[in-house]
């Protein structure tokens, strides 16, 4: 039987057949996938063949092959920094929640995600949340983030799922999709999904006062059925985001406005760092880069994940 992954928790995979029929299934043996050192072999969003086995009058399925991925989105694994864990496979886009304060995004953190993104060809859409408990100026840091990411060709969508401004939006762009929601705790995914769709309760926290983080409230990445033809991942609030095995030279290419320049540099294999005549360097002084993305792009290069969890540098 073939059937889709709907939810991992470790051992124990919740799938769904094309008939809408659930199993609860295991893996038979190890899996390795080529090319890729992960945690966990099957995530959700995979479609798997897996055969049905009845013990004690209870049938449980047995999966023993997973179908090639359009895609996938990982992350570095929090105990193990040489492996990977996979959030989720199979994506038609991701919505990656932001929040200016309670709790804060960092455009690190945005960028390290975005660059991970697009290394796996997965489209992004930020969403800047809570945007009517914002002030004046806190706005107006929203609409300078939105003019950066637009000006380089991300959608960005300011919504509140209090006041359901823009819920309609993100609900059109997600029809005919599977879309996964990320971001880290507490900016919100939980309460937009139910905005969205009423009725699927997720559950939801309250902001911690000690450290301004969400508290997690989902263990697991888990896929949900909509009512309105979409299917959405809802994942683990993200504290940091480690961007997995790059090439130096290839960095770049993942930032798009960096990507349009390179043909314009006189040596074909720039870092644009400090090499003559390059047009990264040049287009980053006539402030037509933003140099919050620039230093992401640095921090990257120089593989400063060790300390992607926190950021010293004054968030733009």
Not at 175 to 195: P, Q, R
Not at 214 to 236: C, L, R, S, V, Y
């Amino acid at each position: 039987m073939t059937g889709l992954v709907y939810k991992s928790t470790g051992s124990w995979y919740t799938v769904k057949t094309e008939l809408g029929k659930v199993y609860e299934c295991r893996i038979k043996g190890k899996f390795r996938i080529k090319g890729i050192k992960s945690t966990n072999p099957i995530a959700v969003g995979d479609v798997v063949d897996f055969e049905v086995e009845t013990k004690n009058n209870q049938e449980s399925g047995v999966i023993y092959k997973i179908h090639d991925r359009t895609n996938f989105i990982v992350r570095k694994s929090v105990n193990l920094s040489k492996q990977t864990h996979i959030i989720a496979a199979n994506l038609d886009q991701v919505f990656l929640m932001i929040t200016i304060n309670n709790p804060p995004t960092l455009t690190s953190f945005i960028d390290r995600f975005l660059v991970t993104a697009e290394a796996y060809s997965i489209k992004t859409i930020l969403l800047f949340n809570k945007i009517d408990a914002y002030d004046e100026e806190t706005l107006l840091e929203v609409k300078y983030l939105a003019f950066v990411y637009r000006k380089i060709g991300y959608e960005c969508i300011g919504v509140s799922a209090k006041t359901g401004k823009n819920v309609d939006k993100v609900k059109t762009l997600m029809k005919g999709k599977i879309s996964m929601f990320s971001g880290h705790s507490g900016v919100g995914k939980s309460t937009l999904v139910n905005a969205i769709q009423p009725d699927l309760n997720l559950k939801t926290k309250e902001i911690s006062n000690l450290h301004m983080q969400g508290q997690h409230t989902t263990t697991f990445a888990e896929m949900f059925d909509m009512n309105f033809d979409a299917k959405i991942i809802d994942t683990p609030g993200i504290k940091g985001f480690g961007v997995v095995d790059m090439d130096r030279e290839e960095v770049g290419d993942y930032f798009p406005e960096i990507f349009a320049l390179k043909q314009n540099c006189k040596f074909n294999n720039c870092l644009h760092l400090k090499e003559p005549k390059c047009a990264v360097k040049e287009a980053l002084d006539a402030d037509e880069i933003t140099y919050s993305r620039y230093r992401s792009y640095l921090q990257i290069l120089e593989g400063e994940d060790e300390n992607y969890r926190t950021d010293n540098w004054d968030a733009n």
